[in-house]
């Protein structure tokens, strides 16, 4: 098998191969690179290519392995290429995400927290990635880098604000990246573009070493091709840092041994009332076959989930207006038109509203935890509908016209509000051409339990992540 063909298989088997010597983490990195230049012009996923970083850490880690370092030979990453989205520090590179102002700023002097643990596991960082500016967006549309492509049709959004982070591992360019998700921006383009995605716990992993959105909200998490390489990822990335004051110092708690346990004893149900009254039958479609693979027969409902979504934008509008406003006192004119308006609107907020916010955010959350008193985990839609075309400014939800842009988050807002750990599955066949996700939502702090379910269903056949045929 050629170093090209081990690059689309899962990072568990390419860790493997380079640790047995099937492959080097050098034939590898090239390899990566090289399907980098050959899909950039398609889908337009990346901002920064590391390629002396990415041979040279490949190089080092080929040495070690050729004298028998048996600390090598245990990594559980050795060689697997990765990238990040364009808000990570690599060091050596300007942090820019996603805009202009920050593209005169000098380069990070060091990796991130998260970027280091898999560089200690072992992986080898290839690059950037494109995403909505400063994470305010679902479609990843950037004026300034230009739009990342849907790489199952070129034509449709990759979503946002993660879309270089799908894009690219949908595309097979890396098996898996890292993106961050304060109000779906791993799961949307997760289901847009047929992949898996995680979003942790809130508080689980460190953000520190990320340029912020929104602090009471933010999240970091993995993308990938399978269950296994999320389990994977996100085992080697677990651990407090004090750094992040939000960081909840818990024991790490591995996930990947566990995930053949199945789903025997595992109470699931799928989420009615406003995520199904948000759903496009190909959305509702996915739900149905996912419920029906797990033998989930039961339906339930939160309360009030559009209030709590009215809150999340109340707090992601004044969080992110406050952090900006310097800058948009200074440099207005730099912001994408979209971004700066929606932060000088979060900026002007009255804090009787951004209160109020919090107050339906700790009751929602009170009621999420009631109802998984009750199930263990919860099924519902990722996103409304399939892809949009690339520019689309409405859609239509169940007879409802409806903006675009934040509605693709209609149905990941109210999860993120209150921290929940999300696995997004993918799902095809809904749609003639196209994927769509479903949200498998666990309680605090049990990850496992979502990637127990979503591994399921992937050993079932019933969520898929081929790689785009570009």
Avoid at 203 to 223: C, E, I, K, Q, W
Avoid at 284 to 302: H, I, N, Q, Y
Wanted: include cysteine; proline fraction near 7%.
């Amino acid at each position: 098998m050629t170093a090209a063909q081990w690059l689309l298989r899962d990072a568990t088997d390419i860790a493997t191969a380079v640790r047995t010597g099937e492959v080097t983490a050098t034939a590898l990195a090239h390899a990566c690179l090289e399907r980098i230049a050959r899909t950039e012009p398609h889908i337009n996923a990346t901002t920064d290519v590391t390629a002396c970083r990415a041979i040279e850490t490949a190089a080092a880690l080929d040495a070690r392995l050729a004298v028998g370092d048996m600390t090598a030979r245990a990594l559980p990453l050795a060689g697997v290429p990765f990238a990040v989205k364009n808000l990570f520090d690599l060091a050596g590179l300007t942090t820019l995400a996603g805009s202009k102002i920050e593209r005169g700023k000098p380069p990070a002097t060091r990796d991130g927290p998260l970027v280091a643990r898999l560089l200690a596991a072992g992986a080898v960082p290839v690059g950037a990635l494109n995403m909505d500016e400063y994470a305010y967006g679902f479609t990843t549309e950037n004026s300034h880098q230009g739009p990342t492509r849907n790489p199952h049709d070129l034509s449709r959004s990759a979503g946002g604000s993660s879309g270089g982070s799908a894009a690219a591992v949908a595309a097979g360019q890396v098996p898996f990246t890292l993106g961050s998700d304060t109000n779906g921006s791993i799961r949307v383009p997760s289901s847009l573009c047929g992949i898996f995605g995680l979003k942790p716990t809130y508080g689980r992993l460190p953000r520190n070493g990320s340029y912020p959105f929104v602090a009471s909200l933010d999240h970091l998490g993995p993308f990938a091709r399978s269950v296994r390489d999320l389990a994977l990822t996100y085992d080697a990335m677990q651990g407090h840092d004090a750094a992040d004051a939000a960081c909840v110092d818990r024991p790490v708690e591995p996930t990947l041994a566990a995930l053949d346990r199945g789903i025997d004893g595992l109470r699931v149900a799928t989420l009615g009332g406003y995520f199904a009254e948000h759903a496009q039958p190909e959305a509702s479609a996915a739900v149905a076959r996912v419920a029906a693979a797990l033998g989930a027969r039961r339906c339930v409902e939160l309360p009030e989930v559009a209030r709590a979504r009215a809150a999340a934008f109340v707090i992601s509008n004044a969080e992110g207006g406050a952090l900006h406003l310097p800058d948009l006192r200074m440099r207005a004119a730099d912001f994408e038109p979209l971004s700066r308006e929606r932060f000088l609107a979060g900026a002007l907020l009255p804090a009787a509203w951004v209160m109020q916010a919090q107050r339906v955010r700790r009751w929602f959350a009170r009621q999420a935890a009631e109802l998984f008193r009750e199930v263990d985990v919860l099924l519902a839609p990722a996103t409304p509908c399939v892809a949009p075309e690339l520019g689309t400014e409405w859609l239509t939800i169940n007879g409802q016209r409806l903006p675009a842009r934040p509605s693709l988050g209609l149905l990941t807002q109210p999860i993120s509000c209150i921290g929940l750990p999300v696995c997004a599955v993918p799902v095809w066949g809904c749609h003639p051409t196209l994927p769509i996700g479903v949200q498998v939502i666990a309680a605090p702090w049990r990850e496992d339990l979502a990637l127990r379910v979503a591994h399921t269903l992937q050993r079932l056949d019933v969520a898929t992540a081929p790689v785009a045929a570009l």
